[in-house]
């Protein structure tokens, strides 16, 4: 199966470029923040993802930086523009599970939650029965903390909530899916994000445990939409992670 087109790459993934392995291990300035990008490698043309920028860790991105179980192979992306959804259906059993970073995506209207489902069939057909369950923890700029559930289940897993559209903030997550292809499991994300709330005007950390009760097929798609209006900019790109 063709893993992405020319279409999907509008944007250069990488946030980095280093002359060699010497060159991409001695870099500096890199802070919280930047975990999840991606550096290239100019002698070898390889792909790494910042896993920590203290000390500073580097994860090869498939491809010859490191092709074994644990690596990270680009799948697809997708920039929004005023868009309805952003849906990314190129899961196959390739990988079981996959990693989606989401970089500077914002609601067309404050105070809209961001969404996700997922598709059942390849068709695809998407899953917006009550059939899933999350919960998230929180903590803010102001010092607020706590803990939130769904209180039963609902029509998708709630990641980010009441997103403000002040200019300058943004949405930016990176979530973690398990047991995507195996369909007598049910399948798991493990999200962790940050945004500016819209009801009190400041940041916050969340991270989120959601599941998709499907024990009956594999996850053919992963869909992500505002709980009402528009994903009016951002970007969104899905990598498969490696068994063997």
Known sequence: ???????????????????????????????????????????????????????????????????????????ESHVASASATLDFVLLDDTYNDYLLKITGLRPGTSGQDLI???????????DAGNNYRWAYKYWSSAGAEGIVA?????????????????????????????????AGLYKRANAKLDQQLSSDSNLYSINTSGWWLDNTNKAF????????????????YLYGIKDS
Do not use: C
């Open 150 to 182: 769904d209180g039963g289940a609902t029509s998708g897993i709630k990641i980010a909530v009441v997103a403000s559209t002040t200019a300058g903030y943004s949405i930016n997550a990176e979530i973690h899916f398990s047991n995507f292809r195996t």
């Open 1 to 75: 199966m063709t893993k992405h087109s020319a279409a999907s790459l509008v944007h250069v993934p990488y946030s980095w470029t280093y002359a060699d392995q010497t060159d991409r291990e001695a870099a500096t300035g890199l802070v919280p923040g930047d975990v999840g990008k991606l550096s290239r490698q100019l002698d070898d043309n390889t792909l790494w993802m910042l896993t920590d920028d203290s000390p500073v860790t580097w994860v090869a991105v498939g491809g010859g930086g490191g092709g074994g179980a644990g690596s990270i192979v680009f799948v």
């Open 221 to 236: 798609g992963i869909r992500l939409l505002m709980s009402s209006g528009n994903i009016a900019s951002g970007a969104a």
């Open 116 to 126: 996700m489902r997922f598709a059942n069939a390849i068709t695809p057909t998407w």
